[in-house]
């Protein structure tokens, strides 16, 4: 038994671009989903870095990601290519100098999916938010994700994957995903980070950030997150961005001990804002 | 063993073949080095929802835990191995590096093992753990040290066990009440579409035809959008025994409320039992209502009804004439004609929801009654979900979660 060749997701990703860590069971399924070449399907609270980790595993990696957003009015042909049928009822009608008619392919533009397929080299493909399309849209991909091929009916031709991409699915739970696709996926449901893994991801978004002052701000925060009545409880995404305002407001821990300033960047609802006030006790 | 496994987990949760051959190939490829990282790519590949987490948490505990494994000879070796792959030592807190390296000298380590694999063999005493049941051995239960875990061997299964054991997905489950996002999207299995609105939509073979038949002039052929049209109307019973789970009812209401998924929406609140009035508020007061009988004229069976409430209540409150909990409200006819008549009206589109749960010992008289006339399904994420597809097919029964569960003990 030996692990197999390929190349590995790191877990740990700190460039310009891209800042992310990832626990050990989360970099591990990535590693056993490249490996087996199956997609995998990341769920997980609002906020916890759910897109965040294609772009870390392509960074990782070296390769290219392809994002493919997915709308309520989104149909899977969409993401292999698109048709211009209107185009070309025009250019029909009214003649057009840089395509021709008479040639189908001028019309036809591949999307994201078939720009992964069609790519020379591996690549990450992300189809973020998989949910939020219809509930048939899945079971539209079956065929595409399984062999990784599509077929162009118009102009009767396959297009085929010449490096199998690593296929990377968010989704947020809006509505559930049939079994034959979720029997095909792995699935990995993202942990809200422990206090303690928290303080390594803001050390690794704010190396500068002072260990107290830190302190004094994860205990806020999970001091809101502990209050059950909250509609919408704040997430990491949330909290970096708070610590970021507190950084360039220039507060003092001893103010931070006694308020919970921008309190708007944490909670999204007024009726939360409310609770939290009267829920957190201050030292006086 | 893993054929094992799988069948003790398929009686569980909806896992398939499919499933099982992509476990197989990932340990094919050693990509599972311990049992800890068993545990999570097992979940990752056979369960596909977290509300599946924490069944398959109590799954894997108790098989590894009390099922009397016996492995053959020819693969105790390689499960040997399997175990006594190393754990990436920067995954582990500190103290247990320097713990590991003090001790351990892994060939009688290993003649240990063996020695105890095969006492195992010998006495079948079913409900212990295969290694280490009496404190005897470096395998045994130490209690607090980190994890529980002593070396490569029998420890990595007790982590994974314990971790499954901490079943920390428990509030993941779907018969456990969760925020208004959840109740929506329980809803909004609710669905029935149908063309409606303004003509907006290009559609592209109707409009080539007729710019052919137009000789190339092109004409274009709009069409209406496909939207959902059910119509919901939500009876909620509020005050006295209701008032516990005011805070869940709040959070149906405005998880219906706030979706643009219906039609029309439309919500009333009664006490206890519906009578000849259904009030516009929780306040319930005489002049913000409607009466029952313009109720029905108002909505017809064409709307959903959904009715919130525990069902609890004096036997009279619901038989009796003049029986309302209110001394100076004179109802002319009992709280059960009230009831009969929304199940007449509306027919298979009514659904009643009860927060309170339902228990086999203790039934309130009332709810019985109530239940045979209107279909009752708990105030639960499943519930609701099994009431919207009630509304949407008329009934047809689905596995739950509480079905999933039967013959575990935990």
Request: include cysteine; proline fraction near 3%; aromatic fraction near 12%.
């Amino acid at each position: 038994m030996s692990i197999s060749n390929f190349d590995q997701f790191k877990g740990s990703i700190n460039t310009e671009r891209v800042r992310y860590i990832a626990d050990p069971q989360l970099r591990n399924i990535v590693n056993v989903s490249i490996a087996l070449q199956r997609p995998l399907l990341v769920k997980g609270e609002p906020g916890t870095g759910k897109t965040l980790l294609a772009h870390a595993i392509a960074e990782s990696l070296g390769k290219k990601l392809i994002i493919w957003n997915i709308k309520s009015t989104t149909e899977a042909i969409d993401g292999c290519y698109m048709y211009d049928t209107v185009q070309r009822l025009n250019d029909s009608r009214f003649g057009c100098e840089d395509r021709d008619v008479n040639n189908i392919k001028d019309y036809i533009t591949l999307g994201p999916l078939g720009e992964a397929f069609a790519s020379d080299e591996q690549v990450v493909l992300l189809i973020d938010e998989i949910d939020k399309a219809d509930i048939e849209f899945p079971n539209d991909l079956l065929q595409e994700l399984d062999v990784m091929e599509f077929y162009i009916k118009e102009t009767k031709e396959f297009v085929k994957s010449k490096h199998r991409p690593i296929v990377i699915i968010t989704s947020n739970n809006e509505k559930e995903l049939p079994d034959a696709f979720l029997r095909r996926c792995v699935f990995h449901w993202i942990e809200f980070p422990s206090k303690e893994f928290m303080a390594e991801i803001c050390n690794l978004h704010y190396p500068d950030l002072r260990q107290n002052l830190l302190d004094q701000c994860l205990k806020h925060f999970y001091a809101l997150r502990a209050i059950t009545k909250l509609r919408k409880m704040p997430s990491t995404s949330e909290l970096l961005d708070w610590i970021g305002v507190l950084l360039k407001s220039g507060i003092s821990l001893e103010e931070l001990r006694k308020t919970l300033p921008f309190l708007g960047t944490l909670l999204k609802k007024e009726k939360d804002v409310e609770i939290a006030l009267e829920k957190i006790k201050f030292p006086t | 063993m893993f054929v094992e496994y799988f069948y003790y987990l398929k009686d569980r949760l909806p896992v398939s073949i499919t499933e099982y051959m992509t476990l197989i190939e990932a340990l094919d490829k050693g990509l599972i080095r311990n049992m800890v990282e068993f545990y999570y790519i097992s979940r990752s590949i056979l369960c596909k929802s977290e509300h599946q987490f924490d069944i398959y948490d109590i799954a894997f505990a108790n098989f590894f835990k009390n099922a009397s494994l016996k492995f053959p000879d020819e693969i105790k070796q390689q499960i040997w191995d399997w175990l006594d792959k190393e754990i990436d030592p920067k995954e582990l807190p500190d103290n247990f590096q320097q713990f590991i390296s003090e001790i351990f000298d892994l060939e009688e380590l290993q003649k240990q093992f063996e020695e105890l694999l095969k006492k195992q063999d010998e006495d079948h005493d079913g409900g212990h753990h295969w290694i280490g049941t009496e404190g005897d051995s470096r395998f045994g239960h130490s209690g607090q040290n980190p994890m529980g875990m002593k070396i490569g061997g029998s420890a990595g299964m007790r982590m994974a066990i314990q971790i499954a054991q901490k079943r920390i997905f428990q509030d993941y489950r779907k018969d456990v009440v969760l925020d208004t996002r959840q109740i929506k999207v329980a809803l909004k299995r609710l669905r029935k579409l149908e063309e409606i609105g303004k003509r907006d939509e290009l559609n592209i073979d109707k409009t080539i035809d007729e710019t052919a038949k137009n000789g190339g002039d092109i004409e274009l052929i709009f069409e209406k959008k496909r939207k959902n049209n059910v119509k919901l109307v939500l009876l909620m019973d509020v005050g006295g025994s209701m008032t516990p789970y005011s805070h869940l009812v709040n959070l149906l209401f405005s998880a219906a409320n706030n979706m643009s998924h219906w039609k029309d929406f439309k919500y009333y609140y009664f006490h206890n039992c519906v009578y000849e009035s259904l009030y516009h508020n929780a306040q319930r007061n005489p002049e913000e209502s409607t009466d029952f009988n313009e109720f029905l004229k108002k909505y017809d069976s064409s709307y959903k009804v959904v009715i919130v409430g525990d069902a609890a209540m004096a036997s009279w409150e619901l038989t009796e004439r003049y029986g309302s909990i209110y001394y100076y409200h004179r109802n002319e006819m009992p709280g059960i004609y009230y009831v009969k008549e929304i199940a007449n009206h509306f027919k298979n589109n009514v659904v009643w929801l009860n927060p309170e749960i339902i228990r086999l010992e203790w039934v309130p008289w009332t709810r019985k009654i109530i239940s045979s006339i209107i279909p009752m399904f708990h105030l639960t994420i499943e519930g609701i979900e099994e009431a919207m597809d009630f509304l949407r097919k008329s009934g047809k029964d689905s596995y739950t979660t509480v079905q999933l569960l039967k013959g575990f003990k935990y």
